[in-house]
């Protein structure tokens, strides 16, 4: 019993350690990309994650760094209309910011 305890301690503190987008950044997953911009404004960085993938990073709050990597039907596009989240991450410090 102890056992159990001390893990489920570790896991609890683990969690703690990144914050995952809660259910309101959350439903941006699989919206246009051009929806985070209004919110957030542009992202600070975007790079090609390879089959066919883009990630984009904002890093107006702070500490706050917000994540999303994006798909699109059309390659090679600038739009940022026409790439579709598919995940959404955000550290930690981002609640505050919130």
């Not at 019993?1 to 570790?10: D, E, G, K």
């Not at 350690?17 to 309101?24: D, E, H, L």
């Not at 959350?26 to 994650?49: C, N, Q, W």
């Not at 059309?74 to 959404?88: N, Q």
């Amino acid at each position: 019993m102890r056992r159990l305890f001390v893990v489920l301690l570790a896991l609890s503190l683990t969690a703690c350690a990144t914050y995952r987008a809660g259910q309101v950044d959350d439903a941006y997953i699989r919206h246009p990309v051009s929806e985070v911009v209004l919110k957030l404004g542009p992202p600070t960085t975007r790079f090609d994650a390879g089959s066919g993938r883009m990630a984009f990073q904002w890093l107006n709050y702070g500490e706050c760094s917000r994540s999303a990597t994006a798909t699109t039907t059309k390659p090679g596009s600038t739009s940022l209309a026409d790439w579709t989240v598919e995940s959404w991450q955000e550290t930690r410090d981002c609640a505050a910011a919130k």
